[in-house]
């Protein structure tokens, strides 16, 4: 599926996955919910035989959780070899592990501090070394904000109806102290953000900002 979408959007799809993290979601629906390595392991074969999916003309694998013998993905995605992968999770036993390994990108969800980014970049960056792979070749992101809320200057408007650990973890303020915590993880070699305007469907968050962001780096 993902390789038929990335033709038909003329190979501009990313392609992200996770282990799953919410216990109460996969019972929700009845997925089974096994450990975290189980779960680890799993996405990290999953990647593996996507991947020799995407590149080869009739893919075999065998391992623990997933077997194919001459298996054949057409068509083959536009990008080559293959999309981006962005590898979700930042556990630091496990889960950097298989981000060393497949990752273009990762997602980390959102952290605390900077200081919190840059260790978990330490501990990639160990997980590359060990497997001799060049740690710049995935690109950095981050979340420099849970929810986020922006207004102009005097003009303040807080978050209602939030879990207090919610409303810990989002910022409130103008588009230029969002774009003054951005540059604390540009700084750290940051080329990808993710934002998410807690305000949505409503974009007037997302306008503001965008303007102010436009205006600069014009």
Request: net charge neutral; with cysteine.
């Amino acid at each position: 599926m993902a390789s038929t979408v990335d033709v038909i959007s003329m190979g501009r799809l990313e392609l992200a996955i996770g282990s799953g993290a919410q216990e109460y979601e996969h019972i929700a629906y009845g997925i089974p919910f096994p450990s975290p390595k189980d779960r680890i392991d799993r996405m990290d074969e999953a990647v593996e035989v996507m991947t020799k999916l995407w590149t080869e003309e009739k893919a075999s694998y065998s391992g623990k959780y997933y077997q194919t013998k001459e298996a054949v993905c057409e068509p083959k995605p536009r990008q080559k070899p293959h999309p981006p992968i962005t590898i979700a999770g930042g556990g630091e036993k496990l889960t950097l592990k298989v981000t060393a390994k497949h990752a273009d990108r990762y997602d980390w969800g959102y952290l605390p501090s900077p200081a919190v980014f840059k260790h978990k970049l330490a501990v990639l960056q160990n997980y590359c070394q060990a497997i001799k792979r060049d740690f710049e070749e995935i690109e950095k992101s981050c979340w420099p904000s849970g929810q986020i809320f922006i207004h102009q200057k005097g003009n303040e408007r807080k978050p209602t109806n939030m879990l207090p650990e919610t409303e810990t973890a989002s910022f409130t303020g103008t588009p230029q102290e969002l774009m003054g915590l951005m540059k604390q993880y540009q700084d750290l070699g940051v080329t990808f953000f993710m934002l998410f305007f807690g305000d949505l469907p409503n974009v007037d968050s997302l306008r503001l900002f965008a303007d102010a962001f436009i205006k600069k780096t014009l």
